[in-house]
């Protein structure tokens, strides 16, 4: 290859271009990015940045130069097109660039409310610029309202708390996260938050965001009215796909890839659009929305796309997804796949104290591990999930490590 495209300017976009750099590719590489700025960390705009703790400089991902990747930037510019056949990609502006091997990490964009109107106060977090708007807000000490209690909502609520603020947070399932862990860790989840004050209102259903040019109220279905200055919509994220739609590559949630994260001959994808069969789960397939995930999938395409000029067919993306988030003085951890269908074990501690591990089966094997406050040993079910142990063994496990 004499030419390599990354679009996104992301996590596993930088991972990509230093990958192929460290493997000895010396040919043209680009590094397409929507956003003026160069990558940075994701996960601190809901925690350290949004708090004032930390600044812009603190959540750059590369604090070297990037003089050693010889990389030709095109930031602040939006792909608009792909043609796979043509090895072309279209830029905002008309710009085109021509490739040999394609790297896709354009990442996600949060989902907006049907109707959602353009009122002032009213934001989706995704972008450092989202972080700095809304953390100017809270500097004034705004009432925060969170529509959404997943992962972005629910960190955005505790840096609130954390703040002094009053925060109220809006979610249309009787818990919070219940589809993903069940009503029994949901309601864990719930209580971490309103014993910490949070006004959390589960099983609620919205009728309108108002206000008179900027958000003053959101009124729930059964009249009542939330007062708010900030308003934040935390109601998940869509893959972004949208540039792809003319490319000829399949689109379904996401990027659709083979296991080795291949959309197309000489196109890779990697991160929050990438859509594969694991191996590590008996081929599900899925489309992972995190950290980690970007930046192991990032490294691996990076590779991929040396991969075919040399011998053998390469090894498949075969992970064990995990993921973290930071609330409060909690640190919940998860890694595998579960669902809250799934049979629960607490193996460590009590649901009752904000310090415990529980695991899940499916299949007869542990299939996923959920803790709070002990890091070491959801690593260590983590490392049994790999290695596809059963159910049975990983109980045992946890009374010998009990006992």
Not at 83 to 92: I, K, M, P, T
Request: aromatic share 6%.
């Amino acid at each position: 290859m004499k030419s390599i495209v990354v679009v996104g300017a992301s996590l596993a976009g930088l991972r990509a271009v230093e990958t192929l750099r460290r493997e000895g590719f010396e040919g043209r590489l680009t590094l397409v990015g929507a956003e003026a700025h160069l990558p940075y960390d994701r996960p601190p705009l809901s925690k350290e940045l949004l708090a004032g703790e930390w600044e812009h400089d603190q959540v750059v991902l590369r604090r070297v130069p990037y003089d050693d990747l010889d990389l030709e930037f095109r930031l602040g510019v939006a792909a608009t097109s792909l043609d796979v056949a043509a090895r072309r990609v279209s830029l905002a502006g008309g710009t085109e660039l021509e490739f040999d091997g394609l790297v896709i990490a354009t990442g996600s964009t949060p989902r907006t409310l049907p109707g959602q109107p353009a009122l002032d106060g009213v934001f989706t977090l995704r972008t450092i610029d989202d972080c700095h708007a809304i953390r100017e807000r809270l500097d004034a000490g705004a009432r925060v309202c969170v529509i959404g209690a997943g992962f972005i909502g629910a960190e955005v609520a505790a840096t609130c708390r954390k703040r002094g603020l009053d925060v109220t947070v809006l979610e249309a399932l009787p818990q919070p996260m219940v589809r993903g862990v069940g009503m029994v860790l949901g309601e864990v989840l719930a209580r971490l938050h309103r014993n910490r004050g949070v006004d959390l209102r589960c099983g609620v259903t919205l009728e309108s965001i108002e206000g008179h040019g900027r958000v003053e109220h959101v009124r729930l279905a059964d009249g009542e009215r939330v007062e708010c200055d900030v308003l934040l919509v935390a109601v998940g994220v869509g893959p972004e796909t949208r540039w792809l739609e003319s490319s000829g590559l399949v689109l379904d949630n996401g990027v659709v890839c083979d296991e080795t994260l291949l959309a197309a001959p000489g196109v890779v994808a990697a991160g929050d659009v990438a859509r594969w069969p694991n191996p590590a789960f008996d081929g599900e397939v899925m489309r992972v929305e995190h950290w980690t995930n970007a930046a192991e999938q990032g490294v691996y395409v990076g590779g991929r796309l040396l991969h075919d000029d040399g011998d053998g067919p390469p090894e498949p993306f075969a992970p064990v997804p995990f993921v973290w988030s930071d609330q409060y003085d909690v640190k919940i951890q998860i890694a595998g796949r579960f669902s809250g269908q799934d049979r629960m074990e607490v193996v460590h501690g009590s649901l009752d104290d904000e310090r415990f591990v529980t695991i899940f089966e499916r299949g007869g094997r542990i299939s996923g591990v959920l803790g709070f406050s002990e890091p070491r040993r959801v690593m260590q079910y983590r490392r049994m999930i790999a290695e596809r142990a059963s159910f049975e063994a990983a109980l045992e496990f946890a009374a010998a490590a009990a006992g």
